[in-house]
């Protein structure tokens, strides 16, 4: 069953509790930030910050100004170049249609952080591992909603099945139309074959730094089309040369 999150920005006031829930559900410690020019903080998706509101600003064709913002993280790409690349086979499509990396098994390369559409993968140095958003999924699968749809104040965040979402987003397009605001579109509905994070935008795509055609990278394809049937033995192999080097380095140690 495809669960899937609106966000509609016309209902957002950039509280960021949502940004706060996250971190409290997940356990996700504060970091030391820099003020870069923007209310947008902290500036990048990290290991420990997995959601964050982000800020844009446009001229209005009357010369005011429109402050956009939207809640951004992983969109849980139905076609998802993480999925593709991760050797290891660390990153999976859940039951519930999520995108979710699995720790035990990912093995440090970067690969899925390097090529994610949307630059939302966190990478821990110290651990070793890649994370991001992972929909909550110790949450849905236990009947309960994600923490930041949980906490939102304003309805702005809403979760379900995908077809009562899309209907939610028509809805407040069709309002948002009513009253004269033609740039309003819905953005996820088909980018990479649909996105598990639907927005309401009340203008491009781009103004919310949002890729208005996001697409694979060629290179991505080809890695996943020649190295896929291989991964399993060269993930082997590398394990393989790990464990070797480990006696080389015994024998070094007990000479
Ligand atoms: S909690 Fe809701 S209203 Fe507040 S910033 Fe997040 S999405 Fe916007
Ligand atoms: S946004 Fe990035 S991490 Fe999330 S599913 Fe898409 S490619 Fe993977
Ligand atoms: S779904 Fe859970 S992990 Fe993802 S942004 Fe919301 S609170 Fe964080």
């Known amino acids: 069953m495809?669960?899937?999150?609106l966000v509609d920005t016309s209902k957002c006031t950039a509280c960021r509790a949502c940004q706060v829930a996250c971190k409290q559900w997940n356990q996700l410690p504060a970091e030391q930030t820099e003020f870069t020019n923007s209310l947008e903080n902290p500036a990048n998706f990290s290991p420990v910050t997995w959601t964050k509101i982000v800020f844009g600003e446009e001229k209005n064709d009357n010369g005011r100004v429109f402050w956009p913002f939207s809640k951004q993280g992983c969109m849980h790409c139905t076609d998802a170049a993480c999925i593709k690349v991760c050797p290891a086979n660390a990153i999976s499509r859940t039951d519930l249609g999520t995108v979710y990396i699995d720790e035990s098994r990912?093995?440090?390369c970067n690969y899925c952080a390097a090529n994610c559409t949307y630059n939302v993968i966190g990478f821990d140095r110290v651990a070793n591992v890649a994370r991001k958003c992972t929909f909550c999924y110790d949450r849905i699968?236990?009947?309960?909603?994600p923490a930041c749809v949980k906490t939102c104040p304003t309805g702005a965040l809403q979760y379900g099945d995908r077809n009562e979402m899309v209907a939610l987003a028509n809805k407040s397009l069709q309002q948002l139309r009513a009253k004269g605001n033609d740039k309003a579109n819905i953005y996820g509905l088909e980018e990479?074959?649909?996105?598990?994070?639907?927005?309401v935008l009340?203008?491009?795509?781009?103004?919310y730094g949002l890729p208005e055609n996001p697409k694979i990278r060629l290179s991505t394809h080809?890695?996943?089309?020649?190295?896929?049937?291989?991964r399993v033995l060269v993930v082997a192999a590398a394990f393989f040369a790990l464990w070797m080097n480990r006696g080389d380095s015994k024998k070094q140690d007990s000479a």
Do not use: H, R
Not at 141 to 145: D, F, L, R
């Open 2 to 5: 495809q669960k899937t999150m």
């Open 106 to 108: 990912c093995i440090g």
């Open 141 to 145: 699968t236990n009947g309960e909603i």
């Open 192 to 199: 990479l074959d649909g996105l598990g994070v639907l927005y």
């Open 202 to 207: 009340e203008s491009n795509p781009a103004t």
């Open 222 to 230: 080809i890695w996943d089309i020649i190295f896929k049937p291989v």
